[in-house]
T-cell receptor, first 116, second 113 residues
Framework: EPEVTQTPSHQVTQMGQEVILRCVPI?????FYWYRQILGQKVEFLVS????????KSEIFDDQFSVERPDGSNFTLKIRSTKLEDSAMYFC??????????????FGQGTRLTVV | GDSVTQMEGPVTLSEEAFLTINCTYT??????LFWYVQYPGEGLQLLLK?????DKGSNKGFEATYRKETTSFHLEKGSVQVSDSAVYFC????????????FGEGTQLTVNP
């Protein structure tokens, strides 16, 4: 069964450093997403990406965040200068495009980011 | 804006007990509604969904009915198992392709043998 894969599973970084979280979406999917879950809190939407551009972003997704699809398979989330409050589980997801109707988003297993 | 509210957890049950996890929502229009499950150490998996009023989603013995009049989508299971121990998230989507999911707080379920 096709699945969304994320690497690394756990990343520890020092405050102020840049991190890149990587995701390989399901191959025939065209919409890609990043969500995050701070420990003990809700899963929150960060950004959606379609046709090589951001289609929607939340108020959390400020200038320190960026997303990219550098090749035909990877989808990355970059945090330029990490803060302690960026510590969270980051989930990548992808979905198909079917004529405007919603289709199920498939989630990866997540990358736990710890900023120290 | 859209929002989802779940009953506060955690919930602890004995095996074979009846489960209800309440979920209510606020949204414009007629969103699609979902329950996702997160087993320990794993990502989010879709458990069931309903796309219009009075639809019943079901999977693995779990059920939820889309109630427009009460804006609710409560999750139920008649007889829980130890393997059902997980975090359950209610979520909605406004039915626009590529649009975001809005999640509830999540409810931790522990089932004891």
């Amino acid at each position: 069964e096709p699945e969304v894969t994320q690497t690394p599973s756990h990343q520890v970084t020092q405050m102020g450093q840049e991190v890149i979280l990587r995701c390989v979406p399901i191959s025939n999917h065209l919409y890609f997403y990043w969500y995050r879950q701070i420990l003990g809190q809700k899963v929150e939407f960060l950004v959606s990406f379609y046709n090589n551009e951001i289609s929607e972003k939340s108020e959390i997704f400020d200038d320190q965040f960026s997303v990219e699809r550098p090749d035909g398979s990877n989808f990355t989330l970059k945090i330029r200068s990490t803060k302690l409050e960026d510590s969270a589980m980051y989930f990548c997801a992808s979905s198909e495009l079917t004529g405007g109707a919603y289709t199920e988003a498939f989630f990866g297993q997540g990358t736990r980011l710890t900023v120290v | 804006g859209d929002s989802v509210t779940q009953m506060e957890g955690p919930v602890t049950l004995s095996e074979e007990a009846f489960l209800t996890i309440n979920c209510t929502y606020t949204a414009t229009g007629y969103p699609s509604l979902f329950w996702y499950v997160q087993y320990p150490g794993e990502g989010l998996q879709l458990l069931l969904k309903a796309t219009k009023a009075d639809d019943k989603g079901s999977n693995k013995g779990f059920e939820a009915t889309y109630r427009k009049e009460t804006t609710s989508f409560h999750l139920e299971k008649g007889s829980v198992q130890v393997s059902d121990s997980a975090v359950y998230f209610c979520a909605l989507n406004p039915k626009t392709s590529g649009s975001r999911l809005t999640f509830g707080e999540g409810t931790q379920l522990t089932v004891n043998p």
